[in-house]
């Protein structure tokens, strides 16, 4: 073994133990509020023992191949200490685990810059200009396919799990509320703002507290109590986040068992407003119990590999299907969390009045007109053309506060 040889396995192993040290820190030194090391066994032993197999193989194989772990493991390390370390530096500053994701980040230069070295250095000089450049050309090709198919979705599901809003903001509700909060059914405290009912309902506006504001705003101008909290991990909620909602009806649940204590909500008039990843955990809680009784659903659409092979069609669903595979696995290990159950087998169960909103051109809102033909219980459906996810509250904006507030009229207060 040659000496630069082995200097190259001593930084190889620096960074690749850099990374294990914020993976360990990260999951089991340091986890969320809330939360203990047991709840992040898979997030945590999974890498961890990757990257324990990485470092045993790396002496033991050819040079290309410790090139390829090099770089593979340096886009891990860029990727996972920039979404989260550099992302909360930026936000609010470094704190807890930021630290040693920021020295990820070093980490992660240090592997990729190791991993060009290693390929420049073994290049193969003596074959035709031709055929060198053309065996550097499938190199390349093998390489944008793997950082697509593969690296790209595992830092997704990586940030997807570690990345929510870190702040409360500002308040724009033009009306007095009360600071409140409650407890989930698996022990997390969730904090929030709660409006006052003042005609005896109230609506759960979801998720967090910043684009809700929008619907709670003029519910409130109408009299309905809304509450709005932040999610599972995000702001001054405990509990790990997770931008697909996994795990999220459980803060529904939480916040109906607590506006049923309310004195101002009278019985049977709790009902929901959920935007993009709250409109897929309103259907979902509304699938679960009947104490939701009426549900708005904005821009709902896919939280996972099952429901998006019922999205995509032809060829676009099969090319995509080591990408979404790998997306989703990523996700369920580092949330330490299964996918839930698919919307399509779930909103069948719903029986409660349902207005489905979506933008009906198309993106990731296409599946609406399947929810709708599915829901068993009085329904509606908006469509609306030429606005992006979630839009038509401000394309439409005196448009969709007379339909919602209709709607939530006629399912909530029509009995008194």
Known sequence: MTTLTRHNELLAGLGIGVLALHIADDS?????????????LAGGLVPLALIALAVAAYP???????????????????????TEAGYYTLKVGPSGDDYTGLLTIVAG?????????????????????????????????????????LMFPIAFGYGATRILRPVVPAENLGIAYDNVSFTTSDGLDLRGWYIPSRNGAAVIAFPGRSGPQKP??????????????????????????????????????????????????????????????????????AAETDELAAVVSDGAGTRSFAEEMEEFHGVNKWLGIPMLAIKTASVAIFSNTAPPPKLTDLVPRIEQPVFFIYASDGGVETMN?????LARGPKTIWGIPEIGHMGGITAHPEKYERRVVAFFDRALLRTR
Request: a positive charge; charged letters at 25%; glycine letters at 16%.
């Open 216 to 285: 709670a705003r003029f519910l409130a101008r109408h009299g309905y109590g809304v509450l709005l909290f932040d999610r599972r991990g995000e702001s001054e909620s405990d509990g790990d986040g997770n931008l697909f909602g996994w795990g999220g009806d459980k803060d529904i649940l939480a916040a109906i068992e607590f506006l049923k204590s309310r004195p101002d909500v009278e019985p049977g008039r709790i009902g929901g407003i959920g935007l993009s990843v709250g409109a897929e955990l309103m259907l979902q809680t």
């Open 60 to 82: 033991r194989v050819r040079a290309g191949v410790r090139a390829t772990l090099a770089l593979v493991f340096g886009v891990v390390a860029l990727a996972i200490g920039t």
């Open 369 to 373: 007109p399947t929810y709708y033909r």
């Open 28 to 40: 089991f030194l340091q986890p969320q509020p809330g939360t203990s090391a047991g709840d992040h």
């Open 109 to 149: 230069l240090l592997l990729l810059g190791l991993g060009t070295g290693t390929l420049w250095r073994t290049r193969k000089l003596d074959d035709g200009r031709l055929r060198r450049y053309l065996r550097r050309s499938v190199i390349a090709v093998a390489g944008v396919a793997i950082l697509a198919e």
